[in-house]
């Protein structure tokens, strides 16, 4: 089959117009070829979306495509260039191990971008091999797949297959290749390179292929850098509400995964909080709890004021304007994701309008999980059940206190008891993924070769809020483990 024809039958409608941009801002480049690619996970529902072809997917060209070796017409490769601060240090980065197949156009004529991650070597590896182990790979696509029924702004994952190679980490590793889906790959870390590398006409080219491709609302606006900056503000201030408000912990809010677009990207060490305590962490390299749960918000805050300082010079001519303008709009963060924060936190007890002493409420009832070591996820599925006596809180004065509070609190607004009830279902996901269900998934599918563990547990996701469905299994706590679970950046 030549390669057009699989363009064709696959269903890829692809554009590059990412490598308008001045070339530094990436280098081409072809996947690493693999000896024995075998498809493991096709993910359906993001196929039809996107207006693909399944079973060509599945044909031996589909399988080619997917894991770099074949290359469709209309492709153009290429590793993006960026930077970032890691735990708090610049450096420079890139695309090290992914490779951006091209920008495909839905029926919907929506652009997204393809991306093999694991694909080999770029110009950016820093001395990696530019492979992906199966593990870290189907646990992306599990946990992104959850973050997307959660309706959490977040990448996609279309395929994984493995690709008959060992790869060398602490141990021999089954090699694979992910299809990220991603509205772009344009980072905080994009706009921190074009600053410290490039010059103001290349750090505005990337501006205004920004704009256009995300914000093209506001491009023709009289200063539309600074409209820039407000959108990206408000839209990491939703996205880190929506984390907080199911407990999700991503694990490394380094500059360089943060997108501009606002979707969660990078889901190497995350992982789901149990027991509620905001100085929760799982990565094994977060030794100083940086990137804590408690801790998100601010961090989100620290990395658009560098993304602020990127953009200083397309801001205002005066340099002291500029930052007076950037200062402020950073300083809009915490109120809009507090106001996020606080709204979805209302919608998860079933609060439709407002009142001062709202917010007290909410924190008694966090620090009242906090001191007991109650499960997040399953306290708010236990209030929308209003089967309080399944709860460990249940009996608890400091509980019983807050929980008559609550109910009086449910009687100062003029919606019924029933649309009270609809609105928590709505807030409060019946399932989430559970660290040791996951595990369990990706024991089975790496070790046994078995993927229908997996398969249930993303069935099990598919449908978060679906409260009338039987997911005790999914919803069972660990056992107690005098050893705190830790995740992998799984580089």
Not at 147 to 159: C, D, E, F
Not at 382 to 408: H, P, V
Not at 482 to 489: A, D, E, I, L
Request: charged content about 25%; hydrophobic content about 35%; glycine content about 8%.
């Amino acid at each position: 089959m030549k390669e057009g024809k699989a363009l064709i039958e696959t269903g890829f409608n692809l554009e590059n117009s990412y490598s308008g941009l001045p070339e530094k801002f990436f280098a081409m480049q072809r996947p690493s070829h693999v000896p024995s690619p075998k498809l493991v996970m096709l993910n359906y529902p993001l196929i039809k979306s996107l207006g693909l072809n399944a079973e060509e997917l599945q044909s031996t060209d589909g399988v080619d495509i997917l894991a770099g070796n074949k290359i469709p017409e209309g492709a153009m490769p290429i590793a993006q260039a960026y930077a970032g601060h890691q735990f708090g240090h610049f450096t420079m980065l890139g695309d090290g191990r992914a490779v951006l197949i091209g920008e495909h156009i839905t029926p919907l004529g929506e652009r997204v971008d393809i991306q093999l991650k694991g694909s080999g070597r770029t110009p950016y590896s820093r001395g990696g091999d530019g492979k992906a182990s199966l593990g870290p790979m189907l646990r992306e696509y599990i946990i992104s797949e959850a973050m997307n029924a959660l309706g959490i702004p977040t990448t996609r994952s279309l395929a994984v297959v493995t690709t008959g190679e060992s790869i060398m980490r602490e141990t021999q590793l089954p090699g694979a290749i992910l299809t990220r889906v991603a509205a772009s790959h344009i980072r905080v870390g994009t706009f921190q390179y074009a600053s410290k590398w490039s010059t103001i006409e290349e750090l505005r080219a990337l501006a205004d292929y920004t704009l256009q491709r995300h914000f093209q609302e506001v491009k023709d606006k009289e200063n539309p850098y600074l409209l820039l900056l407000q959108q990206v503000i408000r839209n990491q201030a939703e996205l880190i509400a929506k984390w907080q408000l199911v407990g999700f912990i991503h694990g490394v809010m380094n500059t360089d995964n943060i997108t501009i677009s606002g979707e969660t990207i990078d889901y190497g060490p995350c992982a789901f909080m149990d027991a509620y305590d905001p100085s929760t962490v799982f990565s094994s390299i977060d030794i100083h709890g940086r990137y804590a749960y408690g801790n998100q918000p601010n961090i989100g805050a620290w990395d658009l004021t560098r993304f602020a300082e990127a953009l200083l010079p397309l801001l205002h001519t005066d340099e002291n304007e500029a930052l007076k303008l950037a200062q402020k709009e950073v300083s809009h963060f915490a109120d809009l994701y507090k106001n996020n924060w606080i709204r979805g936190m209302r919608a998860k007890l079933g609060i439709f309008n407002e009142e001062v002493a709202d917010e007290a409420l909410i924190e008694e009832l966090l620090s009242i999980m906090q001191k007991y070591g109650a499960d997040y996820t399953n306290t708010f599925r236990i209030l929308t059940s209003g089967k309080i006596e399944d709860n460990i809180l249940f009996g608890k004065e400091e509980f019983d206190k807050w929980y008559k509070r609550w109910q009086e609190r449910l009687t100062r607004q003029e919606e019924s008891e029933i649309s009270s009830r609809e609105l928590m279902e709505r807030s409060n996901p019946a399932v989430i993924p559970r660290n040791h269900r996951v595990e369990e998934a990706l024991e089975a599918a790496v070790n046994q070769g078995d993927y229908r563990v997996m398969e249930r547990l993303l069935d099990a996701l598919s449908k978060p809020y679906d409260h009338s469905r039987e997911l005790d299994y999914y919803t069972t706590l660990p056992e107690t483990s005098t050893c705190p679970y830790r995740t992998y950046c799984g580089t």
